[in-house]
């Protein structure tokens, strides 16, 4: 079989592929073949050694997949060879064959497009999770996000609006037309503050802010919210520079964020919190350095897995029914994994790009 690995930490072009034996599962685990892995800007910051649970290279990148099991290892009893299945795998989904924890996988409907599918599991469960889970929005309540033309950002607009939020999106001015084709307010972050425009509403602000880029941003984004409202701090991509580590980005990222939490706890009537969609194998890491190499196939799991099967269970219902529309920009081989990493940053607003083992 075939797989993607990281030798070291840098650009796309440490991405390479190399050739192993099929892998047998453990007790626990199944034997997945990958019909569609997800290629993400997580992807990027574990490539780039800026990703908090990162283990020490080498190791194979890819964060979510569907697939159809191969094999059950012993101990598995609810899925079968041939169920086709979901799984946020947090690494290791650059692979033709995967083994992952059966508890971690969710069963997937066998008339669904994999490539679409895949979109919906980190994707599309972040921003249900980060509206419904952590913000716990209401209908009327004033949404912002940062990056609203990106993968996640169109997300939360799309789900935003089945909410009957009333929304408003950061992005380049090339990306306006997009975020208000979704029937957000658009907010050009180049060239208008974003702040004083949103404190210019009735009210003085918003309910609720989704900061996904984190740093300094997210303290200027506090200032946004009125009494009673909430910022969700849930990326860290201030801490990529050029597809690379930035050693000014990590200051920079953690100095703001103690800043703006510290704020959220001396504040009576507004609050900081922070998302996590995954869980860590290595629980007592607490900086973004991979320290020893990896002992398992994948790299964790979703943080809450009730929350995870639930969630993703209500948006494959609403993929189903068309209410969502997860964009596939491409579908490459898992060979151009390296090419695939290189066109992220032009392809976040185009939709999402999938590797197809």
């Given at each position: 079989m075939?797989?993607?690995?990281?030798?070291?930490?840098?650009?796309?072009?440490?991405?390479?592929?190399?050739?192993?034996?099929v892998p047998?599962?453990?007790?626990?685990?199944?034997r997945?073949?990958?019909?569609a892995a997800?290629?993400?800007?997580?992807?990027?910051?574990?490539?780039?050694?800026?990703?908090?649970?990162?283990?020490?290279?080498?190791?194979?990148?890819?964060?979510?997949?569907?697939?159809?099991?191969?094999?059950?290892?012993?101990?598995?009893?609810?899925?079968?060879?041939?169920?086709?299945?979901?799984?946020?795998?947090?690494?290791?989904?650059?692979?033709?064959?995967?083994?992952?924890?059966?508890?971690?996988?969710?069963?997937?409907?066998?008339?669904?497009?994999?490539?679409?599918?895949?979109?919906?599991?980190?994707?599309?469960?972040t921003?249900?999770q980060?509206?419904?889970?952590?913000?716990?929005?209401?209908?009327?309540?004033?949404?912002?996000?940062?990056?609203?033309?990106?993968?996640?950002?169109?997300?939360?607009?799309?789900?935003?609006?089945?909410?009957?939020?009333?929304?408003?999106?950061?992005?380049?001015?090339?990306?306006?037309?997009?975020?208000?084709?979704?029937?957000?307010?658009?907010?050009?972050y180049?060239?208008?503050?974003?702040?004083?425009?949103?404190?210019?509403?009735?009210?003085g602000?918003?309910?609720?802010?989704?900061?996904?880029?984190?740093?300094?941003?997210?303290?200027?984004?506090?200032?946004?919210?009125?009494?009673?409202?909430r910022?969700?701090?849930?990326?860290?991509?201030?801490?990529?520079?050029?597809?690379?580590?930035?050693?000014?980005?990590?200051?920079?990222?953690?100095?703001?964020?103690?800043?703006?939490?510290?704020?959220g706890?001396?504040?009576?009537?507004?609050?900081?919190?922070a998302?996590?969609?995954?869980?860590?194998?290595?629980r007592?890491?607490?900086?973004?350095?991979?320290?020893?190499?990896?002992?398992?196939?994948?790299?964790?799991?979703?943080?809450?897995?009730?929350?995870?099967?639930?969630?993703?269970?209500?948006?494959?219902?609403?993929?189903?029914?068309?209410a969502?529309h997860?964009?596939?920009?491409?579908?490459?081989?898992?060979?151009?994994?390296?090419?695939?990493?290189?066109?992220?940053?032009?392809?976040?607003?185009?939709g999402?790009?999938?590797?197809?083992?």
């Amino acid at each position: 079989m075939k797989r993607v690995v990281v030798d070291h930490f840098g650009g796309p072009e440490v991405l390479r592929v190399v050739e192993e034996p099929v892998p047998r599962p453990g007790p626990g685990e199944v034997r997945v073949r990958g019909l569609a892995a997800g290629v993400s800007f997580t992807d990027a910051l574990l490539r780039a050694g800026t990703y908090l649970g990162v283990p020490k290279p080498p190791f194979t990148p890819g964060y979510e997949l569907v697939g159809v099991v191969e094999e059950p290892g012993p101990g598995c009893s609810r899925l079968r060879k041939g169920d086709r299945v979901a799984a946020l795998t947090v690494w290791g989904a650059y692979a033709e064959q995967v083994c992952l924890l059966e508890a971690d996988a969710v069963e997937v409907p066998d008339d669904l497009d994999p490539a679409e599918v895949v979109g919906l599991v980190l994707t599309y469960v972040t921003a249900y999770q980060l509206l419904h889970r952590m913000a716990r929005v209401k209908g009327g309540e004033r949404v912002l996000v940062h990056g609203a033309a990106g993968r996640v950002g169109t997300a939360v607009l799309e789900l935003g609006a089945l909410a009957g939020l009333r929304l408003y999106g950061t992005a380049s001015a090339r990306d306006t037309a997009a975020v208000e084709r979704h029937g957000a307010v658009a907010i050009d972050y180049r060239d208008e503050d974003f702040v004083t425009r949103l404190r210019a509403l009735p009210g003085g602000g918003v309910d609720v802010v989704l900061d996904g880029l984190g740093g300094a941003l997210s303290l200027r984004s506090f200032r946004a919210l009125i009494p009673g409202g909430r910022l969700v701090v849930f990326g860290h991509y201030a801490m990529l520079e050029h597809g690379r580590d930035s050693w000014r980005g990590w200051t920079e990222w953690y100095g703001a964020t103690a800043a703006v939490a510290l704020w959220g706890l001396l504040s009576p009537r507004r609050r900081v919190l922070a998302y996590r969609i995954q869980k860590l194998r290595d629980r007592h890491q607490v900086l973004p350095v991979g320290r020893r190499p990896p002992a398992f196939p994948v790299g964790g799991g979703p943080r809450y897995r009730e929350w995870f099967q639930q969630d993703l269970g209500t948006l494959l219902e609403l993929l189903r029914r068309g209410a969502i529309h997860p964009v596939v920009a491409e579908r490459m081989p898992l060979s151009d994994a390296r090419r695939a990493h290189e066109l992220l940053a032009e392809s976040a607003s185009k939709g999402k790009l999938v590797l197809v083992p």
